[in-house]
T-cell receptor
Framework: GQQLNQSPQSMFIQEGEDVSMNCTSSSIFNTWLWYKQEPGEGPVLLIALYKAGELTSNGRLTAQFGITRKDSFLNISASIPSDVGIYFCAGRGGGSEKLVFGKGTKLTVNP | DTEVTQTPKHLVMGMTNKKSLKCEQHMGHRAMYWYKQKAKKPPELMFVYSYEKLSINESVPSRFSPECPNSSLLNLHLHALQPEDSALYLC????????????FGPGTRLLVL
């Protein structure tokens, strides 16, 4: 089945630093989604990508749909303490109704 | 408005109890989903409803019984659960079509004693 490798597993950074995380797939995806989840809450959609090469921003967040359709990255610029949480990538491909999730990147921001 | 609501927020139940989780969306989405999420893990798909019909059951034990009374509501009926069923249960919804993006509710934190 489809699998997503998300890295890094965790990050510890200082406030103000930039962050980058990525996901790679063993197969082609048609949609890439990035979610953020805080403790005790559901995942919140940050950015949705639908086209290879697409680069989309949402405030300090920027995500790209890789040109090979097998990868995506998420960048966070000038991190702040409220960026803390677990970031999940998710993708869909091959006509499947199902989303495949990465294992998440846990972000800790030290003030 | 991209809100999916879930009730209750927390639930504690014994192994002989029967309870239900509820999910509601008013975005006109025609696909609704139940996920189970264990701590520090990604969500795991349980069920998908498309146009109020069950389209995917990920081999979920029969002690979990989904129901979609109408296009805005999704229930998950629980009966004779086991302690290992304790988890965060997430509901999501999406439009139909190739650009469907899933929006998640806040979840129900379930503890089975």
């Amino acid at each position: 089945g489809q699998q997503l490798n998300q890295s890094p597993q965790s990050m510890f950074i200082q406030e103000g630093e930039d962050v980058s995380m990525n996901c790679t797939s063993s197969s082609i995806f048609n949609t890439w989604l990035w979610y953020k989840q805080e403790p005790g809450e559901g995942p919140v959609l940050l950015i949705a990508l639908y086209k290879a090469g697409e680069l989309t921003s949402n405030g300090r967040l920027t995500a790209q749909f890789g040109i090979t359709r097998k990868d995506s990255f998420l960048n966070i610029s000038a991190s702040i303490p409220s960026d803390v949480g677990i970031y999940f990538c998710a993708g869909r491909g091959g006509g499947s109704e199902k989303l495949v999730f990465g294992k998440g990147t846990k972000l800790t921001v030290n003030p | 408005d991209t809100e999916v609501t879930q009730t209750p927020k927390h639930l504690v139940m014994g192994m002989t109890n029967k309870k239900s989780l509820k999910c509601e969306q008013h975005m006109g989405h025609r696909a609704m989903y139940w996920y189970k999420q264990k701590a520090k893990k990604p969500p795991e798909l349980m069920f998908v409803y498309s146009y109020e019909k069950l389209s995917i059951n990920e081999s979920v034990p029969s002690r979990f019984s989904p129901e979609c009374p109408n296009s805005s509501l999704l229930n998950l009926h629980l009966h004779a659960l086991q302690p290992e069923d304790s988890a965060l249960y997430l509901c999501a919804s999406s439009q139909e079509g190739p650009r469907e993006t899933q929006y998640f509710g806040p979840g129900t934190r379930l503890l089975v004693l």
